[in-house]
Nanobody
């Protein structure tokens, strides 16, 4: 079972930036990638950005395109989410999880079919004036 640790959240004003980190231990060579998801109070968990480990295929939710950048350092088993020009609507707990295959990446990151999965504890991002 992979262990996931998110970090980098905090309190920031609109227009500010944060960089989140997701470090995975026990990541299998057969695991396809990592996805970032967030959950605001009273809302469903939603996909933010995903990246494949073998080839760097990326997905961004429309709401964050042009503002967020996902990257990976496979040697460190770490995926980063650089969040720029943050908005209050970005507020929420950010989680990372593994995606097993390209098909799973599509279903989870594009179509929002999350199902049962392993999640980290999350890191809280609060964007407020």
């Amino acid at each position: 079972q992979v262990q996931l640790v998110e970090s980098g959240g905090g309190l920031v004003q609109p227009g500010g930036s944060l960089r989140l980190s997701c470090t995975a231990s026990g990541f299998s060579r057969d695991d396809y990638g990592i996805g970032w998801f967030r959950q605001a109070p009273g809302k469903e968990r939603e996909a933010v950005s995903c990246i494949s480990s073998p080839d760097g295929y990326t997905y961004y939710a429309d709401s964050v395109k042009g503002r967020f950048t996902i990257s990976r350092d496979n040697a460190k088993n770490t995926v980063y989410l650089q969040m720029d020009n943050l908005k209050p609507k970005d507020t929420g707990v950010y989680y990372c999880t593994t995606v097993s295959t390209l098909t799973t990446l599509h279903s989870m990151c594009i179509f929002g079919v999350l199902g049962a999965n392993y999640w980290g504890k999350g890191t809280l991002v609060t964007v407020t004036p």
